[in-house]
């Protein structure tokens, strides 16, 4: 966009002085006359440039002019820094236009917002999938992600969890969300969410589809998490903690005189629960539903036969 391309040549002079037309129409991938054109439209538009003739000349801003990114504070530039997401940017293809993008930004910056940038960047990283996470392998991503930005209808194999398994699906991407290191496509007609690791084979068309003018990817995935965890956890069960134990969606109904408490839980379905409540060993007793208790009383039953009489089998 022209816009775009006008900030760039400022801060391309800003940050290394003269360049020549050629310089910067090979900078920007444009052709002279187009560079001759915006230092034109620059210079119309009141900004200090100047152009020097003969084999040492080019274009360059009147010595003390910089642009200032108006409006931009501290913590916006540290904002700017903080969420550079280099990884997420070098698997949608992007890696080296973000590092070029924050190296612009960075010189265009005044000298006491730079300080702020640098000192965020460098202490503080961003590493958002959790620690028992395998990376998903999401070979398809780079093809979603041109198909979003180029309004592309997308032909794809996609592997459910319900049968029939593999479905054939014609998706309308409208964007792109990554959660907890995991990428998800929403889509059209619905729109609806799939997840992108999840694409067995992918054909892009020549099709183009319009996108909705009132569709917000931010608003339609905040909406679409509370849905997806009213649906998750559609039950609940009543549980008793030992003391000094909590759960993040615990809803404490009393403490008893031993420092017990008596909690009801959200829970996603008895087998589930199952596995999340084994896990904390003996610092939970389920009480109800009784299907759940069983089904861990059943399991603690099998482990109880299975190691036997720990003295028993030391020979003690």
Do not use: C
């Amino acid at each position: 966009m022209k816009s775009s391309r006008l900030v760039s040549i400022l801060l391309l002079l800003q940050t290394r002085g003269r360049m020549t037309a050629a310089q910067l129409a090979e900078e920007l991938e444009v052709s002279v006359r187009t560079v001759y054109r915006d230092v034109e439209a620059l210079a119309a538009a009141g900004v200090p440039l100047y152009g020097d003739a003969g084999h040492a000349g080019g274009y360059r801003l009147l010595d003390g002019y910089r642009t200032r990114l108006t409006g931009l504070t501290a913590d916006e530039a540290e904002a700017l820094f903080l969420a550079g997401a280099p990884g997420p940017a070098a698997e949608l293809g992007l890696g080296t236009v973000l590092a070029a993008a924050q190296l612009k930004v960075r010189a265009a910056l005044p000298p006491e917002l730079r300080a702020h940038a640098d000192r965020i960047s460098g202490r503080f990283h961003l590493d958002a999938p959790g620690w028992y996470a395998d990376a998903e392998e999401a070979p398809f991503l780079p093809a979603v992600a041109d198909a979003v930005w180029n309004s592309r209808v997308l032909d794809v194999l996609y592997r459910r969890w319900a049968e029939p398994t593999d479905v054939e699906r014609r998706l309308e991407p409208y964007g792109l969300v990554l959660k907890a290191g995991r990428w998800y496509v929403v889509a059209g007609p619905g729109p609806r969410t799939f997840r992108v690791d999840q694409i067995l084979r992918l054909a892009a068309t020549d099709e183009e589809f319009t996108r909705p003018d009132d569709f917000d990817l931010a608003a339609y995935w905040t909406e679409y998490q509370r849905d997806f965890h009213d649906r998750l956890y559609r039950s609940e069960a009543l549980v008793r903690l030992a003391p000094g134990v909590t759960l993040p969606r615990a809803f404490g109904i009393r403490t008893e005189e031993s420092g017990w408490t008596l909690a009801r839980v959200p829970v996603e379905s008895v087998e589930r629960a199952h596995g999340e409540f084994l896990r904390m060993g003996t610092a939970v007793e389920v009480l109800e539903p009784p299907r759940l208790r069983a089904r861990i009383a059943r399991t603690v039953a099998e482990l109880a036969e299975r190691y036997g009489n720990p003295a028993q089998n030391r020979g003690d």
